[in-house]
């Protein structure tokens, strides 16, 4: 068959990769266009016009990073060469090691080295006809893809346009969008000469202080993300999108103060926000077959893009083989439970932690409390103590197991909260906004 990718992304990247290697051709339409032949730094210096959150940090969860192992070893091996890391769970195992913990595993690198590897690797296979600098139009009358004035036929039209970009004359998908309930204000950082990632119990230095999170993310070639995430009808915090607020802010919080010190690493780029966040699920829309964040996006914070995008070319690619004559119907019917079943933890677990940002009452200690944090937060502030609970969480959160897995485990659950009752309530790792607010205010960094 002829698939006509519209999107050079992951997931067109990905998909028009998948299902060449499984015998069909591809035409990939990208109206950017990056030089497939060029080194890796030169992914850095693009202009992504489509991808506002380009820069922003990204990771191939367990189930990405064993997905490029089995079916694209190749792109693996030039992100390797290029820099990127292997961060490996089984090092926060207490016991033996078990059948399955090889794929506890990360991958961490900035997103545009991931594309560099992935358009590198599209752009040597013999059944993908790559075109960049084209603008994708919308459909004709018989379906096909209208790309600057032109239809580009096509047996399969896949859409990978991801979640912000819609042409005008682009059908429109079902799914009403669910608000995260946050801001997010990244800066990321090169690690100084002799200076090492700092440890965590589980993955990597994360926290809450009850009206603010943060998050870290490693990169490649040393490098790693700090954001700071905020609740987004914060207006006072929004102060945290320039640097001097951002940096005063991280000098109170536990370890973002290290993180952030002049002496263990430099900034490399400024604070970048991203706001306007929903979780969307597009998985019943049957206008057109689409893949990655065009079919399901939830909150960034889960890092689900990159791995989803893999098994949605996956999918893509084993569903022309079982059903060439009901192609969109196998693919749905694939990585469409799996998709919806984690827009629904997404927007459950957005959910409990704005109402803990607004100082309602929540319970994330129990399972009978507010249950996806409990899974989530709990689980991970537990996993440190536990061989069991650490595999299951990783799973869990990795994409390595379905959500059922951990959902059905009454034992697992009472484990998790025997756990954190003898842990006890932790220890916010910064001030109270308060204090943090009049930090700013006094170095005049409020507005």
């Known amino acids: 068959m002829r698939f006509v990718v519209a999107g050079g992304g992951v997931a067109g990247l990905a998909s028009a990769l998948a299902v060449a290697r499984a015998g069909h051709d591809a035409v990939l339409l990208e109206r950017d266009a990056p030089d497939p032949a060029g080194p890796p730094e030169s992914a850095f210096a693009l202009e992504r016009r489509g991808i506002p959150h380009y820069f922003q940090p990204h990771t191939f969860l367990p189930r990405g990073r064993k997905l490029l192992a089995e079916w694209a070893p190749d792109v693996l091996a030039s992100l390797a060469q290029a820099g990127a890391t292997d961060q490996d769970l089984t090092e926060k195992l207490h016991g033996p090691r078990e059948p399955g913990d090889e794929d506890l595993l990360y991958l961490w690198a900035r997103r545009p080295l991931i594309e560099w590897a992935l358009r590198r690797a599209v752009a040597a296979e013999p059944g993908v006809d790559l075109r960049g600098g084209v603008h994708v139009d919308g459909l004709s009358e018989d379906g096909s893809v209208v790309a600057d004035g032109q239809p580009v036929p096509g047996d399969v039209v896949v859409d990978a346009l991801g979640r912000y970009r819609r042409p005008p004359a682009w059908p429109k998908a079902a799914g009403e969008p669910t608000d995260c309930g946050a801001v997010y204000y990244c800066r990321y950082f090169r690690l100084r000469p002799g200076a090492e990632y700092l440890d965590a ?33 914060d207006r006072e915090l929004r102060a945290l999108r320039s640097e001097p607020a951002w ?7 536990t370890p973002l103060d290290v993180m952030t010190a002049p002496d263990f690493a430099e900034p490399i780029t400024g604070v970048m926000p991203m706001g306007g966040l929903r979780n969307v699920d597009h998985t019943r829309s049957t206008a057109l077959l689409a893949v990655g964040d065009a079919f399901c996006h939830t909150d960034p914070a889960f890092a689900y893009g990159l791995s989803f995008a893999l098994a949605h070319s996956r999918a893509l690619a084993d569903a022309a083989a079982e059903a060439p004559d009901d192609l969109g119907a196998c693919f749905r019917a694939k990585a469409g439970p799996e998709a919806r079943e984690r827009h629904a933890l997404a927007c459950g677990i957005d959910a409990g932690r704005s109402a803990r940002w607004r100082g309602e009452p929540v319970n994330l200690a129990r399972p009978d409390g507010d249950y ?14 536990d061989d069991l609970v650490l595999r299951r969480t990783i799973r869990r959160i990795g994409l390595l197991d379905r959500v059922a897995v951990f959902d059905e485990d009454r034992a697992l659950h009472d484990r998790i909260a025997e756990i954190l009752a003898a842990l006890g309530p932790p220890t916010p790792p910064g001030p109270p906004r308060d204090e943090l607010l009049a930090h700013l205010r006094e170095r005049h960094l409020l507005g």
């Not at 990597?204 to 009808?233: C, H, K, M, Q, W």
């Not at 940096?247 to 919080?253: L, N, S, T």
């Open 201 to 233: 119990p589980v993955l990597n230095p994360r926290g809450d202080l009850g009206y603010l999170g943060f998050n870290t993310f490693r990169g490649d070639n040393r490098t790693f993300a700090v954001i700071i995430l905020t609740p987004s009808e």
């Open 247 to 253: 940096q005063a802010a991280c000098a109170r919080i």
């Open 372 to 385: 996806p944090l409990f899974s989530f937060a709990g689980a991970l502030a537990a996993a440190s103590h």
